[in-house]
């Protein structure tokens, strides 16, 4: 681990975060629908957001699940692409990092 700060609680934290709004966004999705067709478009719309909203929740808590799983491996802050360090500070701005900045840059081009 590279890391200069435990990450345990920033990922736990933000394990729970996640969490939190599946569960609620869950919560919200098995409402019932009005029994207005007008006001059931609207609700149905409002549906597909939460979907992709659950799908982001989902994807924070995988990517949460992974970087435990690297910190329990001894590979937490050792960039996926390129085996260097990642830097400290991208750690704590963002505790899931697997790739270094310079590897992160090339996987978006």
Do not use: K
Not at 56 to 79: I, N, P, S
């Amino acid at each position: 681990m590279n890391a200069v700060v435990d990450p345990r609680p920033a990922l736990d934290a933000l394990g729970a975060e996640y969490s939190q709004r599946a569960e609620a966004i869950r919560r919200e999705l098995t409402d019932p629908h009005s029994a207005s067709f007008p006001e059931q478009a609207v609700q149905r719309q409002n549906d597909d957001v939460l979907r992709a909203l659950l799908a982001e929740a989902e994807d924070g808590l995988r990517q949460v699940a992974h970087a435990r799983e690297r910190l329990a491996a001894g590979r937490y802050g050792t960039c996926a692409a390129c085996g260097a360090a990642i830097a400290p500070a991208r750690l704590l701005a963002v505790p899931t990092a697997e790739l270094c900045l310079d590897c992160a840059g090339h996987a978006r081009d």
